[in-house]
Structures are given as C-alpha cells and as structure tokens.
C-alpha cells in the first residue's frame, strides 16, 4: 500500500489562488496550512477543506516554517508546496499511488506563470523543485529566505507530471515581493558577504542584461521585459539593504581594569578621541579602590558615549567573572574587549567594525611600550606614537592601514598568541558558548580556554594586522602561581572539545 503524505503549505494572505491549491490536493489525507498572520479569507477558506488543519505561527523564516509545519503533520512523508502553487491532476495520482523510499527525496517539474501566460525564460525557466521527503531522514535548510532540503545521503528521484507556480498576476504583486526578499537577504547575509553601492549597481545592470538578452526576455514582450527589470531592481535593491545592514552595527568597548587609575584615565582619553565612537563604554572594574571610581565619574560628566561601571568586591584576580558581568550589561551586538593599559590609536575602533564578520571573532595586535615611554605618557597624558617612535617594540604593530588590514587578515585554526587585551567578538557568540570560565582565577589562561570554546562551537578566528592597534603600557609581570591549575582547565577544554562552561555568564543574564 503507498504510504499516508501529509502536505503542508506555508500561507499569508492567500485568498485568491488558495482554493485550486486546495481542491488540488482534495485526494490527499492531511493538509498542514501554517499561516503567518493572514487578514484576508485565507484562514476561512481553508476551513473549508474537510483534509485541512490550521496552525499559526509568525514569520521565523521559510526554511524555520517549513520544518514547524513538518513537525505538526500526522505522517512522515512529507509534501512542501507553495500557496501559489496547483499541482496538476497527473502529478497528484503519481504522488498518491508511486511505491515511496525512505532513501530517496522526489522532485517535479515546475511551470512558472506571470498572470496567465507560461514565461520560459528570463530567470523564470521551467526548473525541478525537490519537495516531497521523509522527515525522519531529511528536513529543510534554516535559512530565512531561499531554504532547501537536506540532500546529504539520500538519492533524488524524479517524477512525472507538472506543478503549475502563479508567482504574480500583477507589477504591484511583483514589487511586494521583491521588498520582501531582498529585506530577508539583507538580514541573512548581513556581516557574511560585502556590498556597496558600486556593487549593487553592477550586479542590477548585469541580472537586467542576463535575463533580457542572455536567457531570452525579449521574446516574451512586456511580461519579459518586466520579470527581467524587476528582477533586476532585486539585486540593486538587495546589495543596498545589505550595505546599510552592513553599516548599522553596534559596539560596546569593555575594558578591563585593576587599580590602575592613571593607565585608566589616559585609555579613556584615547577611548574618546576614536575617529568612529563605539556606543558604549563599560568599565569591567575587578575591585578596584575608590580612586578608579572617581576617575570614572569625572569622565562620565561629559564623555561622547554612555560609560558604565562595573564593579564587583576584590576577593583575588577574577578577570573572567568580571568581564562576564561587563558583557551581560553590554546592549550592544558586537564587544570590543581591551584591557585598562591599552591606549588606542584613533582608528582602534572603526578598523575592528570595518574587519567584523559573521561566526567570526578577531584578535588584535599591541605595540609593548617600554617603561620611560610608559612614564611619559601616565605624566604628560599626551601621546603621538608611530612605528619610528623611540620606546616601542614591534613596530609593525604600529601600522594602521585599512588597506594592509585586509590582506594581512587570516583566518586561524589555533590559539597561538591569543590575549584578552585586544579581541572582538558577537554578543550571541558569547552567550552561546557561555563566557569566559570562571572556574580560571588567578592570572592566566582564561582567554585561551575562551578561544577554544569558541573555535569548537564553529565560530572562527581572524587575526587583525595592521588594524585596531593599541599600544600596550609598560607594567611588571603578575604573579602565576595559578597557572598550573588554570592550565590544566585549558588542557581539559582541549581535550574535551569543549563548547560550554558551566560557570559562565549564563547567572548574570535575564531569563
């Protein structure tokens, strides 16, 4: 006996078009119709449909929604079509009556419509569309916007018969969608790939001479020349929305400080005189005496951007406790994470936001400043340090170039070199592997077992040459007499393959 399918439709606003989707599928034993907040019929006719089951769910992404609406099905053989989609008689008794294999995924042939008439071109060829599966060995991408199925490990297979697609009857229906998608790929692509105007442009001029000339939009008149300048217009309008969503990141500057007042006052000076403004400065105070609190407020009095502090009371060396605590204050989605002895070239702020990716956390450089230099500049509160600058070592740490930056920048697989003093890293990355560890007490280690959580959970590891530079001030060594357990907690990490800590920053967050 063919095995029970249940299909499912995603639906908004659906009315016209809904019925002969519908009475298409009549034969079929369930209908999952997820609906995303339709104020039109579409709820009402579907409940016309004796094989029909409404759920509701707001806009998560289609590929998010299409795994939802699999999850309410009754049977595991799943069938995915679209709204604006009316299967074809012959399509639905080779669907219903084909011996089904938990191997195989099954595609069919789509026909695409713009109104009443068949397009065969321009971007809008007849194309198979792999729809039907068991959701006990396959499911759909996450993706917000153009989801697939999972295709590792099973066998495609294709079907006879015809899926009819109604994408538009109109231009206005044309440009709603457009909006639609070109924001959702603004949205998933946002910090993953670059854009720019020029890019936009060119991309639109290049889609429009494809799909008119190249894939033969002219031979279908007006409706051609339409679909091909509409889909033009997308990829203008999508690389836009991707520069400006590429633009409107926001920072918060935590900066780590331990009774240091002086080195503190002259970071916050350097924090000030930044070329691009994070939005915010928090000051991960680890039980500093009243005079670093009074250094503070005399700046929050009149410092560019909200300065907050955050302290808690010296019980020993807990950098990673409070540096939690600092990033579960932190409104922003990207962290800047420098310690209170690092003074900041003017660009420190706009470099690492110009280098900032998506899964990608960045370490930076220091330039090791040597104790006279360090001495004059606690003194004078003045500085202007170049690579030729007497009192430095690694001069090439010194170099800010936005051009060097990009091509010096690599990708990582380690932990070498890792320091907490200069790194940048996503909020949510943060929470995801839980903080800093603060098992780690003591001097040392808590930014490579940091590191490596982060590595494990997938997120990668980009070093910034000649970018973000800070200029280290000279101080002794601490002392490392628990480095030995704190080692051993990094090993473990290593290990163990570590993506979590269980004390973390988890305690400080809002549930």
């Known amino acids: 006996m063919p095995q029970p ?28 119709l997820l609906d995303n907040g339709s104020t039109d019929a579409t709820v009402s006719i579907a409940g016309q449909f004796p094989n029909v089951k409404v759920f509701h769910s707001p806009f998560i992404g289609f590929g998010p929604l299409k795994n939802l609406a699999a999850s309410y099905a009754s049977h595991d053989w ?42 065969n071109a321009c971007g809008w060829e007849n194309d198979y569309v792999l729809r039907l599966f068991n959701r006990r060995t396959t499911r759909f991408t996450d993706r917000e916007v153009h989801e697939g199925l999972i295709t590792q490990g099973l066998t495609l297979e294709t079907l006879p018969g015809i899926l009819n697609h109604y994408s538009f009857k109109n231009t206005s229906e044309l440009l709603q969608k457009l909006n639609q998608y070109t924001t959702l790929f603004a949205q998933e692509n946002r910090f993953k790939k670059k854009s720019s105007a020029f890019k936009a442009t060119y991309k639109a001029i290049w889609t429009f001479t494809r799909n008119y000339f190249l894939k033969r939009g002219f031979l279908y008149g007006f409706e051609g020349f339409l679909i091909s300048a509409c889909n033009a217009n997308g990829a203008f309008y999508k690389y836009m929305k991707l520069h400006e969503a590429n633009r409107s990141m926001t920072t918060s500057l935590i900066i780590s400080t331990y009774n240091w007042p002086e080195a503190l006052e002259v970071v916050l000076k350097s924090v000030a005189l930044q ?29 560019p951007v909200p300065l907050r502090h955050c ?15 600092a990033m579960a204050m ?36 220091r330039v090791l400043l040597q104790p006279e230099l360090t001495r004059q500049i ?36 380690d932990i070498k070199a890792i320091r907490g003093c200069n790194m940048a890293f996503w909020r949510a990355d943060v929470v995801k592997i839980n903080g800093f560890n603060e098992n780690i007490q003591g001097w040392g280690r808590e930014d490579s077992e940091f590191a490596i959580r982060m590595l494990n959970a997938g997120v990668e590891r980009r070093n910034l040459p000649f970018g973000g530079v800070g200029y280290h001030l000279y101080h002794p060594e601490n002392a490392r007499t ?9 090993a473990d990490a290593i290990e163990m393959k570590s993506k979590w800590c269980e004390n973390g920053i988890g305690k400080y967050l809002k549930v």
Not at 6 to 26: G, R, Y
Not at 383 to 401: K, M
Request: hydrophobic share 40%; proline share 5%; with cysteine.
């Open 5 to 32: 399918i249940s299909v499912t439709i995603l639906a908004k606003n659906s009315q016209e078009l809904l019925p002969q989707c519908l009475q298409a599928l009549a034969q079929f034993p369930e209908v999952i």
């Open 78 to 119: 799943i069938l995915s079509i679209d709204s604006d989609e009316v299967m074809t008689p012959e399509l639905v008794q080779t669907i219903l009556t084909y011996p089904l294999d938990n191997a195989r995924a099954y595609r069919f042939l789509r026909h695409n419509f713009y109104g009443k008439r068949l397009i």
């Open 275 to 303: 070329h691009e403004l994070p939005d915010e400065v928090i000051i991960a105070d680890d039980g500093s005496r009243a005079e670093t609190k009074a250094v503070i407020e005399r700046f929050q009095q009149n410092f």
């Open 311 to 325: 302290w808690h009371e010296d019980t020993g060396f807990r950098l990673a406790a409070i540096r939690n605590k």
């Open 330 to 365: 932190a409104t922003s989605e990207y962290l800047l994470s420098i310690d209170g002895d690092m003074v900041l070239h003017p660009d420190f702020v706009k470099s690492h936001k110009r280098m900032a990716r998506g899964n990608t956390f960045i370490q930076g450089k």
């Open 378 to 413: 606690l003194h004078t509160k003045k500085w202007h340090i170049t690579p030729f600058t007497s009192g430095i070592i690694n001069r090439f740490n010194a170099i800010s170039s936005k051009t060097l930056a990009k091509l010096g920048s690599r990708k990582r697989p």
């Open 482 to 490: 628990s480095l030995p357990e704190n080692d051993k907690i990094l």
